[in-house]
């Protein structure tokens, strides 16, 4: 009777303890807190973003819907901090290994400086060393990038929009991105968020070509694409008309097969004052922006600047 008891109890114990991992956010001191949002019904969708407050320290945003059930995971990297907020990131850099944290990317900022970050925690999210290597000089004028996942035998393509409105594709391999082809020598200065959103192959034709979403200080939602053979003859398409201007940052993210056409794709969008919004477009290849749906705003606080993952 005794053994039955205290097996009762020892599994009651592991069921409360698992119940209570599942179901409480992580606290502030572990660097990582989870809390419930607004899912999108019938949906798997993954969002990730890299963040930079204005004192240097890097945060990630995630929100993950799952069957009909959301999450949002917001992870705070201390105590190192990046000497400079980046006017513009690219997916991944140099970090690797078997850290507790072991995260890298690349980064420019306004001096100039094109550079590899790593930040490495061998133990928690609290014990992280922020190192930032100098790899060019001339890279202050970039204010946005973005990372294709097409490229050639050399490297990965980039996109670099600069101030004066120029944007020019590269290849990223080792270093700095190089062999740059000019897109378009001006007239893209009223572009203010740019993300990458899949590739596809251009109509009547077995060309492939990138397809990068926009929006623009007029407020329009707008798709670039951008062949892969011939970047100068890109074309575009405007999805939504108006109201989309006021975001500081949005990025979609395939609810399907990742990068490729005729899937759902969720759109989040972040305004100035760091509430968060999101969208679901029901098909990402369809040239429309009328079957976007908006389910409300989701969170609140994020305002330090981020960049695609």
């Not at 990630?60 to 201390?78: D, F, S």
């Not at 398409?237 to 949005?250: E, P």
Request: aromatic share 10%; proline share 4%; hydrophobic share 35%.
């Amino acid at each position: 009777m005794l053994k039955k008891k205290t097996a009762g109890a020892l599994a009651a114990i592991v069921a409360l303890a698992a119940t209570l991992l599942a179901g409480s956010p992580a606290t502030a001191d572990s660097g990582q807190t989870t809390t419930s949002a607004r899912a999108i019904p019938g949906m798997n969708c993954y969002f990730g973003a890299t963040g930079v407050t204005s004192s240097g320290q890097i945060t990630e945003r995630r929100y993950v819907t799952q069957q009909g059930v959301a999450e949002i995971t917001t992870t705070k990297l201390n105590p190192g901090r990046l000497g400079f907020v980046p006017r513009a990131v690219l997916p991944p850099g140099g970090a690797g290994g078997i850290e507790f944290v072991n995260k890298g990317f690349y980064a420019n900022s306004s001096d100039g400086g094109f550079y590899s970050v790593t930040a490495i925690g061998p133990k928690s999210y609290n014990d992280v060393k922020v190192t930032a290597t100098r790899l060019a000089v001339t890279w202050g004028q970039t204010r946005l990038m973005v990372s294709s996942a097409a490229g050639n035998s050399t490297g990965r393509y980039v996109y670099g929009l600069t101030d004066s409105g120029a944007l020019g594709r590269y290849v990223l391999g080792v270093g700095a991105p190089k062999s740059r082809v000019v897109v378009g020598n001006s007239g893209w200065q009223g572009v203010k968020t740019l993300a990458y959103d899949r590739q596809t192959v251009i109509a009547g034709t077995t060309r492939t070509a990138d397809v990068l979403l926009a929006t623009t200080v007029d407020g329009k939602l707008v798709e670039y694409t951008i062949p892969h053979d011939r970047p100068y003859q890109w074309s575009r398409k405007d999805l939504k008309s108006a109201t989309w201007g006021n975001f500081k940052y949005l990025s979609g993210a395939s609810c399907g097969e990742w990068g490729k056409p005729n899937q759902p794709r969720m759109l989040l969008g972040v305004l100035g004052n760091g509430d968060v919004y999101l969208y679901l477009d029901k098909r990402n290849d369809d040239n429309s922006g009328a079957d976007i749906v908006g389910y409300g705003k989701i969170a609140s606080g994020w305002t330090e600047k981020l960049y695609q993952y």
